[in-house]
């Protein structure tokens, strides 16, 4: 699921990183890959700023302002009607957040 194009405050830093795969295997929307030992994005838009990657990279090399993709679940709300709310539990709703 894709949010509000080049809205995500999602910065990743490649000299930093390591290419320990982390933030891969945390990300849950796919946003990361490794690519030739380094994580590369595969698209910015798919993040929801839910800070797992960051939290997880000890390299310092993920920044993201985490919690505003709450924001995206309340415009998304008013987009597209119902309740602002977290698809973590795969309900996949068009007002999540994530
Ligand atoms: S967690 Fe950090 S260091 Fe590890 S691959 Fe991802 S960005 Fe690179
Ligand atoms: S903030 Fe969450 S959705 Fe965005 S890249 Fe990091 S782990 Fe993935």
Do not use: Q, W
């Amino acid at each position: 699921m894709k949010y509000l194009a080049n809205v995500t405050t999602l910065e990743f830093s490649p000299e930093k990183c390591t290419g320990c795969g982390r933030c891969v295997e945390v990300c849950p929307h796919g946003v990361f890959e490794i690519n030739e030992k380094k994580a590369h994005i595969t698209d910015k838009d798919l993040c929801m700023e839910c800070g797992a990657c960051t939290n997880n990279c000890e390299f310092g090399a993920i920044k993201v302002n985490s919690g505003v993709g709450c924001a995206s679940a309340v415009i998304n709300s008013i987009l597209y009607g119902g309740e602002p709310a977290c698809d973590c539990n795969g309900t996949d709703s068009k007002s999540a957040c994530c």
